[in-house]
């Protein structure tokens, strides 16, 4: 079992955004969490990023309690994420994206910066393959040197996915990868989700509001509304649940 | 002026090849080697010339202006260039290094009376003491203040040039608080910074040889640290802190070292500049000394260095050219219209961003 999440809950003022939300993701696994509008899908993952102190459970990733550290602490144990609205260094290059997400694993103390000795260039030199390597996976060789700012959308999505695997994450968080993305780009994203997973030792956890991807990738599906989780299961179970049906298309559903 | 107008040609023609370039990083390292050349070049020519009595001392003096200047700016342009954090404090910090190296050279180890060979290395000493003081104190400062978001350094560091201005002046009490209690030698010391009447009589110590090192090392330092891990994370925080911290970034740490080494250098100036001048003052550092580097800054373009390096000469030449005619007293409206000017014209500075 890779993250162990057990009833954490977050209130903001008067307003539940999560109750009492338990679940386990096992290694390997792909996971989406789907529910309307407001149910509470993003705080989740600024729960389980740190962003968001927890008002009450526990977290534990690994093995680790990981509730109530600060973001790169989580982010150095091994949980990346994506963001819903692309967050790129828009005016760093798109290698330098990914050399930054090396910066964890650099060997090399402030002296050797300064005096540029031999193990910082090794040093910068393996960061620097390693990144074009993971460039070249992502097929983006050729945006190398382009400013992050002046990829078209769904490069820009690309680069955000490789630069939360370059940080060696265990856990990838996608927040709403598909937004914003037509039925060709989204296959795309599709393949690259599954070829991502395969490639890499990687457990996947996805919002999304694209029911084709989401039952058609997932192998577990977790389903939210108002804060609390109404359903989890195989896209098939969900797919028929009353509760989801009744979430979805039910007559209470008063959604923005 | 050999080295601005040297410059702006590399400048530009870097700014034409590296859209068409793919290696934009090797054509600025190799300008910036014409820099370290023509800087050397200039102070070699400047003393050559004032040697042989062509130029007078007073141009020797711009040019070590002009050496301190850029040293300031560069590091300004760190904090709030390249951190993308704004600070208005850089003259605190170039007060603390300038009051510290004056209070080793001058007060407690007197040079005058020492014999040349022990000069030399007092002052060296004593100016990266200077740096190494600001450096602490920026680091102490900035632990509490960088861990929040938003304008407060902004806020803290105006209040700390205040701070730092005001205790300075009041030096005389606190010597006479201190023989008070008994501690007479630690008293006159004290009394001998001077409080509002601030210190004399300082060694000229700066020369173009160590104003030129000083000013090539300081570059080569900032130069260097920006193309390397911990430049990559200074301008992450730079484009996106929330995102660099999900890149495992510590936001405080680094920011505060940005802070601290910035501090550094403006203390390293600031023991520069007291060798210079030879006497400094309290109000030498004052709030319009921030806004000096500031528009500099601004004038040259956030995030670029050659930037920082020509406005800061330029505009130290141009405010010295306005001494000459006569005309210094309208120093502060050149001040504000330049900015006003080059918020109309050119918000980004004159200067693209090297990174």
Known sequence: ?256 | MKIISKGVQDESADQTTSHSSNHPSSTGRSTYRSFYLGLVIAGLAVSLLVKFDILSRYYQQIFLFICINIIMTVSLNLINGFTGEFSIGHAAFMAIGAYTSCLMTTIIFPSAMWPWFWQIPLFLVSVIVGGLVAFAIGYLIGLPILRLEGDYLAIVTLAMVEVVRSAIKLTDELAALLERVHLSTLSRIVQKIGGPRGIGQIPGFTNIFWAVGFTLLSVVVIHRLLHSSYGRVWLSLRDDHIAAEMMGVDLTRYKVLSFAIASFWAGLGGGLYAHTLRYIHPDNFNFIKSIEYLVYLYLGGMSSLWGSIIAASSMTFLLEFLRMVNLQQWRLVIYPVVLILIMLRKPQGLFKRDL
């Not at chain 1, 828009?90 to 090396?102: C, E, K, P």
């Not at chain 1, 999304?208 to 109404?230: A, C, D, P, W, Y």
Request: hydrophobic content about 40%; aromatic content about 6%.
């Open chain 1, 1 to 256: 079992m890779l993250l162990l999440v057990d009833s954490i809950h977050k209130s903001f003022g008067g307003l539940k955004a999560v109750s009492n939300f338990s679940t386990c993701i096992n290694h390997g696994e792909i996971v989406s969490i789907i529910g309307p509008n407001g149910a509470g899908k993003t705080t989740i993952f600024n729960l389980l990023t740190g962003f968001y102190l927890p008002d009450g459970g526990t977290i534990q990733f690994h093995g680790q309690e990981i509730a109530g550290l600060k973001p790169h602490l989580i982010a150095a144990a091994g949980i990346s994420r994506t963001f819903q609205n692309i967050r790129l260094f828009s005016r760093m290059t798109v290698l330098d994206n990914i050399r930054l997400a090396f910066h964890l694993q650099k060997k090399y103390n402030l002296m050797d910066a300064l005096t540029k000795s031999t193990t910082f260039r090794k040093e910068e030199e393996r960061i620097t393959a390693l990144s074009l390597s993971l460039l070249k996976t992502f097929d983006l060789t050729k945006e190398q040197q382009k400013l992050a700012q002046s990829l078209p959308y769904g490069l820009q999505r690309r680069v955000e996915i490789a630069r939360a695997l370059a940080t060696g994450a265990l856990l990838l968080l996608l927040d709403e990868p598909a937004a914003g993305m037509n039925r060709g780009e989204t296959d795309e994203l599709m393949s690259l989700i599954r070829w991502i997973r395969k490639e890499f030792p990687l457990t996947i956890l996805l919002i999304e509001h694209q029911m084709r991807m989401i039952m058609e990738i997932s192998e577990r599906i977790i389903v939210l509304n108002f804060g609390e989780k109404i359903a989890e299961g195989t896209p098939e179970e969900i797919q028929k649940d009353p509760a989801v049906i009744d979430a979805y298309l039910g007559g209470h559903q008063d959604d923005d």
